[in-house]
């Protein structure tokens, strides 16, 4: 899916003619890889439905609070005959979640502790980061003028996620497009 969009989006009038240098740089008609996969994909998500537990009178970094949601929710899961439960906590409410469950590893043996999904986006946005500090990523953010020094710093370092999903689906391109182009000279060369 990531070479057809990047495909259509060159804007090729024939497969193995390209134009490297489009005429029109300001249109371009092809949407960013995020809406080019919402267009194409057939699947609908499956509704979902939202409910709420009980209000928990205490503050959601206390220890004791977090033992009591832990507690509610293990109630929740037998009386629904399950006797697994999976929670998803935030970073900080996570780690002290993980610490009740060290110390209470009889009581919470059978609970899955999970991040919430948007620290595990920027945990890894940060793994990214620190696999290609030295590659010229940062270089390459920034004297293409997509960002400046200081954003594209943070972004590599997993603490901004909007721009860092937008950096990284740029480079991706970037390199999709140079790739395209050795390709095509490889295949037909001028001599």
Partial sequence: MDLAWALVRMLPTKLFEVQLFPMETDRQTVPGWTG????????????????????????????????????????????????????????AIYMKAKEIQWRNSNEFGRTVIRMGGFHIALNYLAVLGKMFEDSGLSDLLIESGTYGINTAENLLKGKSYNRGVRGHKLVMEALMRLQWEEQCRWLYPTT
């Fill in 36 to 91: 080019f996969n919402a267009m194409v994909s057939s699947a609908a998500p499956s509704i979902t439905e939202v409910g709420y537990c009980p209000m928990i009178n205490g503050s959601p970094t206390e220890a004791s609070t977090v033992y009591t949601v832990m507690k509610q929710i293990q109630k929740m899961m037998s009386s629904l005959g399950q006797h697994d439960c999976v929670i998803t906590f935030d970073l």
